[in-house]
């Protein structure tokens, strides 16, 4: 490999889409995802950042932005994206983007009739965890086979019951702030789920699946410094879940999250595949005599706003794969979301009966 510049661009996604000019976008939203997000904008010379409140979004002329980042609460987000899309801006929106299935039809049918789709952008932690851009690594080169089984692994003593700071300062360079009031399943679910998809595109036909409560009135199960997080949750609020998919074709994969497990079990992704896997950062291979060995899993790096600015206009490459380290633009379409959502629906009704269910996503 020859030597670069100091000044030449590290990722693929700076070489394809370093703007001559920083985009202007707007930030909707004051909690913790809406600091970190404004926090990591800023500290990024591609873009230029105007903070707004709902109110004054619905006043200003969109054109003069290249994005509108939506980072208020759930339950005001979807209106502000139909009024963002109906007047022809471009959103960037936190996962789940809607919640009732009518509210999906419409937001869906206004996507679908833009002059220049897709105008909405699904944010997704993780996307730039080294360990999902392996594991996505080894099933896009295909060395090792195809696909048969995934498996993602994270279990926590006690870290549902961590008390947290509100006030705490966002680092850019950390993981997006995971909000767990509403329960682990909203807040790991959907962006475990979209890499799932991603990773095996083949429809969800069957699913089952479990979510683990834990009382107030019950305590931490680490002791008693986090009591003023469960006290202030719904009884009925998850700390973790289990998810069985079966896909069609019977590939299948199973999703663990527990953030208020009894031992600490953290594998994340591990995939098996016809000729081998990846497992612990490397892809495990198998020769026609029998030898098993596996070898490092090299990918090439990029950001969360790497993605970003490919969506807000740069050039992408072909076949569907933007200019972010190989991963596919699907995983922050709308499209995808849709899915998701159905699957967090049926994972939902699936945890109520504690039955299996039949569907097709």
């Not at 709902?54 to 502000?80: H, I, K, M, W, Y």
């Not at 996307?127 to 996505?136: A, G, H, L, M, N």
């Not at 959502?341 to 269910?357: K, P």
Request: net charge negative.
């Amino acid at each position: 490999m020859s030597a670069s510049s100091g000044n030449e661009p590290s990722t693929a996604a700076e070489r394809v889409c370093e703007p001559e000019t920083p985009l202007r976008v707007a930030i909707v939203g004051n909690g913790r995802s809406a600091r970190f997000y404004s926090e990591c904008l800023r500290l990024d010379v591609r873009f230029d950042v105007v903070p707004l409140s709902a109110d004054e979004l619905a006043d200003a002329d969109l054109s003069l932005f290249a994005a509108v980042f939506v980072l208020n609460c759930p339950a005001e987000r979807t209106l502000v994206i139909e009024n963002c899309l109906s007047r022809g801006g471009a959103v960037v929106s936190e996962s789940p983007v809607c919640l009732p299935p009518f509210k999906r039809e419409q937001l869906g049918a206004l996507v679908a009739t833009s002059s220049t789709s897709p105008r909405l952008f699904v944010l997704r932690r993780g996307v730039d965890d080294p360990d999902f851009r392996r594991v996505r690594q080894v099933v896009a080169d295909g060395e090792a086979g195809v696909a048969r089984g995934l498996d993602y692994q994270l279990q926590q003593m006690g870290a549902f019951f961590l008390p947290e700071d509100p006030d705490a300062p966002s680092l850019s360079d950390s993981p997006p702030p995971v909000e767990l009031e509403h329960g682990v399943l909203t807040a790991f679910g959907p962006d475990l789920l979209a890499q799932t998809l991603v990773l095996i595109s083949q429809p969800v036909v069957r699913l089952f699946a479990k979510l683990s409560q834990v009382r107030p009135e019950f305590g931490p199960v680490n002791g008693p410094p986090g009591i003023s997080r469960v006290a202030s949750c719904p009884a009925d609020v998850d700390t973790g879940f289990r998810v069985w998919l079966e896909f069609e074709g019977g590939k299948t994969a199973q999703l663990c999250v527990d953030l208020a497990a009894h031992a600490d079990v953290t594998t994340g992704w591990t995939l098996q595949t016809t000729r081998g896997g990846y497992r612990q950062s490397k892809q495990v291979l198998t020769e026609p005599d029998g030898e098993i060995y596996d070898v490092p899993v090299e990918f090439e790096s990029s950001s969360l706003l790497d993605a970003v600015t490919v969506f807000l206009g740069a050039k992408s490459s072909k076949h569907g794969v933007s200019a972010t380290g190989g991963v596919p633009d699907s995983l922050f379409s709308l499209q995808t979301e849709l899915r998701v959502l159905s699957l967090l629906d049926v994972i939902r009704e699936s945890d109520r009966t504690q039955q299996a269910v039949t569907c097709l996503i």
